[in-house]
């Protein structure tokens, strides 16, 4: 019938009419691969039933993240990636089989959105209702009071409510999402890590057989000396040991490469806090709308992608103002100076420059907060009439501090944070483009499809260049036995097995015939052109004789 679709879409209609279509239509996949000959066959096998348990999340991660630079890389960069989806699948699976881990999967996105709708709540009762303690007492804000009684109550109830999502939301991470992250960070050590089991919690270990790249398991090699040393050390533990150093060292992995744990922990923290001993605990709820926003994280990604070129620019401000610390140190003392007046109006000295220590923190601080010494020590202008010499000095040393810290060097600072917020943005705005205007198999743009495809891209991309359907495919022919396999079937799985992706048609397609123009076609094209123009112009001549 899809065939048929390509010549006649009103069949699409038809077939959508019938019952059983969706079923079929959600059952059956569909690539187009190319043989060893250079044309195109269409491949149509049944979905295996572990492909629904790939979360939604993780497919979108996936296609935000692959290597988007060329057609080959953006297929490479995907089927390096299949291994990791796969497995999640099999995790999903396991999962999906204990109710209450399953629930808390499917709905941890509503679960998040109450985690940050109820930190707004409550930060929204702490602003309109909270009091500090009554004067004369000087306890302030450390001993609050509510102006209503149920905003109190409203407070504890929804703290409570939040304390029970945050456990919620950790538990879904420490089930779903840290058992992942756990394998794949082992396996770029050699080691094999699952949970067959979360509950009761059952875990396997054991080593792969590593390459000369340290990857996990693949082709073997004899030549261990280009392996890194913890690959090496780990191949040379027994297997009791090596349960000893998984053990030791998972910790240390879990606090370095997945941060999403860490804030689960300090939200309960929080919450616990704010229960317990102040609301004012519960202010730092409102940063989850960083870890819920795509564009927020992108604004902190434009400080932390650079940090090295802003640490050393940074220290470079401070070792400019360490200079003009020593300057003021030298000749402009009594500046450092300041004189304030207490309640019984006696003017009290406060020497801003008693150690070099202290100069250099206050040259820093006074400097960048008052927009230059100029602004920050004793004012100059009171000293014109009598000390015009020193006063111009001081002009000087103060304009070059603006120009050079204030002028130059902050504003180096803000180039580079607003650059790579520029670069980062304007990235995200390619990656979109890619995906919503080009086929992510075939790497054909959306305009090629709208101008020689019958019925449009989007059914190209949905229907026969679906990208899940290439990973469903794959997953279809490592679940068949091999003594059952078809043709295209085993032709792929070799390809696969030998990491040669020439099978996925690159630039092609079988609902669009491109013409083949080679240089020698073109060429005598253009000679056809010259000989009919040359007639032209000597008829004309002709007719004018």
């Keep these: ?21 969706g079923f079929f239509l959600d059952n059956t996949g569909t690539i187009e691969i190319v043989r060893a000959d250079k044309s195109l066959e269409e491949v149509l096998f049944p979905v295996p ?51 209450l881990f399953h629930f808390l999967h499917t709905h941890s996105n509503d679960i998040h959105n109450a985690m940050l709708g109820l930190g707004v709540v ?22 609050i009071h509510f102006s209503h009684p149920l905003a109190h109550v409203g407070v504890v109830l929804c703290g409570l409510l939040l304390l029970l999502v945050d456990s919620a939301c950790l538990v879904e991470h420490l089930v779903s999402t840290l058992p992942l992250k756990l ?24 080593k792969l057989e590593v390459s000369q790249d340290g990857l996990g398991a693949g082709h073997a090699s004899d030549e261990s000396n280009h392996l890194p040393a913890h690959i090496t050390h780990i191949a040379s533990l027994s297997t009791a040991r090596l ?6 060292h998972t910790p240390l992995l879990i606090l370095q490469h997945d941060w999403w744990f860490m804030f689960y922990v300090l939200s309960i923290f929080n919450c616990s806090l704010g229960l317990a001993f102040h609301p004012f605990f519960f202010v730092p709820s409102l940063l989850d709308v960083v870890v819920r926003s795509r564009l927020l994280q992108k604004v902190i990604e434009a400080v932390t992608v650079n940090k090295d070129s802003l640490a050393l620019t940074f220290l470079l401000v401070a070792i400019v103002i360490f200079q003009f610390t020593v300057i003021g140190q030298l000749f402009f003392r009594d500046d450092y100076i300041w004189y304030y007046e207490t309640s019984t109006e006696r003017k009290v000295a406060v020497d801003l420059c008693a150690s070099t220590a202290e100069c250099f923190m206050n040259s820093f601080y006074l400097g960048l907060n008052y927009g230059g ?13 009598y000390d015009p010499a020193t006063t111009r000095i001081r002009w000087v040393v103060d304009l070059m501090f603006y120009i050079s810290v204030i002028v130059m060097l902050l504003n180096i600072i803000f180039g580079i944070v607003i650059d790579t917020f520029a670069q980062q943005r304007d ?23 709208d101008r020689k495809h019958k019925i449009g891209f989007e059914h190209h991309r949905k229907i026969e260049h679906n990208v899940w359907h290439y990973l469903n495919f794959i997953i279809h022919i490592r679940l068949k036995d091999h003594t059952e396999l078809t043709g295209p079937e085993s032709y792929v799985k070799e390809k696969v097995e030998e990491q040669d992706l020439s099978f996925f048609p690159i630039l092609r397609t079988s609902s669009i015939i491109f013409e083949d123009v080679s240089n020698e076609v073109l060429q005598e094209r253009i000679e056809m052109v010259s000989r009919q123009l040359a007639e032209m112009r000597a008829d004309d001549n002709a007719a004018h004789l």
């Design 1 to 21: 019938m899809r065939t048929l679709a390509r010549f006649c879409p009103q069949v699409n209609e038809v077939c959508e009419a019938a019952s059983s279509f």
């Design 49 to 99: 039933n572990i492909c629904q348990f790939l979360s939604q999340k993780s497919r979108d991660s996936c296609l935000w993240e692959v290597d988007r630079s060329t057609p080959q890389k953006r297929v490479y960069s995907f089927i390096q990636r299949s291994d990791g989806l796969i497995h999640e699948m099999h995790h999903n699976q396991r999962i999906s089989q204990l109710w």
């Design 122 to 143: 409550i930060n929204s009762l702490i602003i309109g209702y909270t009091l500090p303690d009554p004067y004369p007492s000087t306890a302030g804000y450390n001993v």
């Design 183 to 206: 394998n794949r960070a082992w396996q770029e050590r050699g080691v094999s890590l699952d949970f067959p089991s979360m509950w009761p919690l059952r875990v396997t270990v054991a």
């Design 243 to 248: 349960h000893w150093y998984v053990a030791l």
């Design 373 to 385: 010494l100029a602004q920050a020590l004793a004012d100059v202008r009171d000293r014109w009439e």
């Design 427 to 449: 990235l995200q705005k390619q990656i979109k483009e890619d995906m919503e205007h080009v086929c992510f198999v075939c790497g054909i743009d959306r305009n090629t499809f």
